[in-house]
């Protein structure tokens, strides 16, 4: 069994910064991509970003390329979202997520990934 455990939300300015975390127990953690969600409220979840088994390639949704970056540390059995230049348009709770297929690269549709963590609220204010 995998459990996913996000931290590192809060409350912040436009233009401040956030580092999510998101702890995984179980075996295999280096053996599978990674996903950071966020869901809106009366939005659809949305793909942030992702990132492969090794951490060697990652990818971003357009909206936050240039701003967020996810990394891994596999040692820990954790990955990370930075999030600089917060706008309030990225106010939302955001989830991590392990991608289903062990070595394969992560993609942005959520019934791709098979655990998922509890969530942490981000909120940004203008």
């Known amino acids: 069994q995998v459990q996913l455990v996000e931290s590192g939300g809060g409350l912040v300015q436009a233009g401040g910064s956030l580092r999510l975390s998101c702890a995984a127990s179980?075996?295999?953690?280096?053996?599978?991509?990674m996903g950071w969600f966020r869901q809106a409220p009366g939005k659809e979840r949305e793909f942030v970003a992702g990132?492969?088994?090794?951490?060697?390639?990652?990818y971003y949704v357009d909206s936050v390329q240039g701003r967020f970056t996810i990394s891994r540390d596999n040692a820990k059995n954790t990955v990370y979202l930075q999030m600089n230049n917060l706008k309030p348009e990225d106010t939302a709770v955001y989830y991590c997520?392990?991608?289903?297929?062990?070595?394969?690269?992560?993609?942005?549709?959520?019934?791709?990934?098979?655990?998922w963590g509890q969530g942490t609220q981000v909120t940004v204010s203008s």
């Open positions: 179980g075996r295999s953690f280096g053996s599978y991509a």
């Open positions: 990132i492969s088994w090794s951490g060697g390639s990652t």
């Open positions: 997520a392990r991608y289903r297929s062990s070595y394969e690269v992560p993609r942005s549709r959520p019934n791709e990934y098979d655990y």
